[in-house]
């Protein structure tokens, strides 16, 4: 699989090295939990073998930490679970180091008008 020049340069041999393809694609869904992708989608998008992503999509789905649904994949909505997920921690550092870190506050604007039960009021 091929990295950018960016990510090569500013990524340290450790974190190369422990980036498995699970959790690359674990990592590239949460990235994009508004959406459901196809295995040949986020292959191409990770530049990962099918073979290799479909293999990686099945075990994460024995996990609880994708859904899958049809020819469809998408990340849980069960942050618990992903937490608990050892490889959850360093795929999300590389992809908020590549796309930058959730605002939340800039979320919260453009969220839905009802809050979430575990999100306290700001009033």
Do not use: C
């Not at 939990?33 to 075990?59: I, M, N, P, W």
């Not at 069960?78 to 550092?93: C, H, I, P, V």
Request: cysteine-free; aromatic content about 8%; proline content about 2%.
């Amino acid at each position: 699989m091929s990295i950018d020049r960016d990510t090569f340069e500013n990524t340290s041999e450790e974190e190369l090295a422990d980036l498995s393809v699970p959790d690359q694609v674990l990592g590239f869904l949460v990235a994009n939990d508004d959406r459901a992708f196809k295995a040949r989608e986020v292959a191409s998008q990770l530049g990962a073998d099918e073979g290799a992503v479909s293999t990686a999509l099945s075990r994460l789905k024995e996990r609880g930490l994708v859904e899958h649904k049809a020819t469809y994949w998408a990340v849980t909505d069960d942050e618990d679970r992903l937490e608990g997920y050892s490889g959850y921690e360093r795929a999300t550092a590389l992809f908020n180091e590549r796309l930058g870190a959730e605002d939340k506050e800039s979320w919260r604007e453009h969220a839905p008008g009802e809050s979430h039960p575990n999100v306290e009021s700001e009033q």
